[in-house]
């Protein structure tokens, strides 16, 4: 059974930085698109950051401070977040398409302090 497993939220002041993962079990990560997403209190989820092949995006809100990346050896995917920003508050998923099904990890929660 294939799942993504998130970790690495938490509470920081504005400007701080955290690191989120997502480690797949059940399957090697190989170039499966996979990326994060959020949800803020009352809004919609939205895009955060997608790795798809060797394509990246970025919302426009999180670009030049948020970084993803994988690390091909420990199964997982990561997303550097720098600069944090209280707008930053949400909680985050993981998300990959893996085997033709849209997989999701559980919600991380991210606070931004002012």
């Known amino acids: 059974q294939v799942q993504l497993v998130g970790s690495g939220g938490g509470s920081v002041p504005a400007g701080g930085s955290l690191r989120l993962s997502c480690t797949i079990s059940?399957?090697?990560?190989?170039?499966?698109?996979m990326g994060w997403y959020r949800q803020a209190p009352g809004k919609e989820r939205e895009q955060v950051a997608t790795?798809?092949?060797?394509?990246?995006n970025y919302a426009d809100s999180v670009k030049d401070r948020f970084t993803i990346s994988k690390d091909t050896s420990k199964n997982t995917f990561y997303l550097q977040m720098n600069s944090l920003k209280p707008e930053d508050t949400a909680v985050y998923y993981c998300?990959?398409?893996?085997?033709?099904?849209?997989?999701w990890g559980q919600g991380i929660q991210v606070t931004v302090s002012s």
């Open positions: 998300n990959s398409f893996i085997f033709g099904r849209q997989l």
């Open positions: 059940g399957t090697r990560i190989m170039n499966y698109a």
């Open positions: 790795l798809i092949n060797h394509n990246i």
